[in-house]
C-alpha cells in the first residue's frame, strides 16, 4: 500500500505484474482456495469467496482458472494455507504490514525476516506497527465517462465514506464491514474495477531524503512482492520520494 496512493502503488505493480501473471493466478488463487475451505464453494452464500472471486476477475484470471481452484479446494487436496500478518519496519523506521497466506510458517518467517535485515530494516513483533494503519475496503474504479458530482449518488448508495478522482480512476474507501456490499453494488451498476479490497490505511506517512534508504526501501519491497508467500503488502513510506 502506497503511503500517499494506492493507485500509483497499483500502476507500479501492475507495471512489473503484467510479464510474472502466473505469479498473480497463484496468489488470486490461494486466495480463493482459503476461502472456499473456510466458507464453502457456494459464492452466493460465501462473501469472501465472492470477494476472492472479484479480485481474480481484476487480475484478468480466467474463468476456467477460478472454477478449477474450487474444485480442487472442495477436495480432499494436502495444500492447507494459513493466513499470517508480518509487522516490522523498513529503511528510515518506515511501517511495513505483510500478509502471507503459507503451508509452511517456518519458511515464510525465514524468508520475510531475511528480507528486512537485508535491506535495512527489521521484523518486528505482532502489534509493533499495526496501530499506524486502519483497516478499510478500498475501490478504484475506472472514472472515463463518469461526472465527479453524478457519482456522489453511486457512493452514498454504496455507503462510500471518502472518494477521489484522480487520473481517471474513482479511489473509493468504505467501512470493512461495507466492502462486500460495496464492492457488489458497483459490479451490478456496470463499473469497471481496477482493484477492490481490504486494506491497510497508513494513518501518516514517511518521508525519506537519505537516498541509499529510498534505494533499499525499493529492494525490500521488490523481494517481498516476488515472494509465493507474499499476497499484498502495506506500509507508510510516501513513494514521492522515490520519483
Not at 480463493?32 to 479480485?55: M, Q, T, Y
Not at 477460478?66 to 494436502?78: C, D, H, L, Q, S
Not at 521484523?123 to 478500498?138: A, E, H, I, P
Amino acid at each position: 500500500m502506497s503511503g500517499h496512493s494506492k493507485w500509483n502503488n497499483i500502476k507500479r505493480k501492475k507495471e512489473k505484474t503484467d510479464g510474472a501473471k502466473a505469479k498473480i493466478f497463484t496468489k488470486c488463487g490461494r486466495e480463493i482456495s482459503v476461502a472456499v475451505k473456510e466458507g464453502g464453494p457456494d459464492p452466493a452464500s460465501n462473501s469472501k469467496l465472492r470477494d476472492a472471486i472479484a479480485n481474480a476477475k481484476a487480475n484478468n484470471v480466467p474463468n476456467d482458472n477460478i472454477e478449477r481452484v474450487i474444485k480442487k479446494a472442495m477436495g480432499e487436496g494436502k495444500d492447507t494455507y494459513e493466513e499470517i500478518l508480518y509487522e516490522g519496519y523498513g529503511p528510515g523506521g518506515t511501517a511495513f504490514l505483510v500478509e502471507t497466506l503459507s503451508d509452511n510458517r517456518n519458511r515464510t518467517a525465514a524468508n520475510i525476516r531475511h528480507y528486512f535485515d537485508k535491506f535495512g530494516g527489521n521484523l518486528g513483533q505482532s502489534g509493533c506497527v499495526s496501530f499506524l494503519f486502519t483497516q478499510k475496503g478500498v475501490i478504484d474504479l475506472n472514472a472515463d465517462g463518469m461526472d465527479e458530482e453524478a457519482f456522489m449518488e453511486d457512493a452514498l448508495e454504496a455507503g462510500v465514506e471518502d472518494y477521489t478522482f484522480e487520473d481517471g480512476v474513482i479511489e473509493c474507501t468504505v467501512a470493512p464491514e461495507g466492502f462486500s456490499a460495496a464492492r457488489e453494488y458497483f459490479d451490478k451498476k456496470g463499473f469497471v474495477f481496477y482493484s477492490a479490497e481490504v486494506a491497510y490505511l497508513p494513518s501518516t506517512t514517511t518521508h525519506l531524503d537519505d537516498p541509499d534508504q529510498i534505494k533499499k526501501i525499493g529492494l525490500l519491497i521488490d523481494h517481498l512482492e516476488e515472494d509465493d508467500d507474499v499476497q499484498d503488502i502495506w506500509h507508510n513510506w510516501d513513494e514521492e520520494d522515490g520519483e
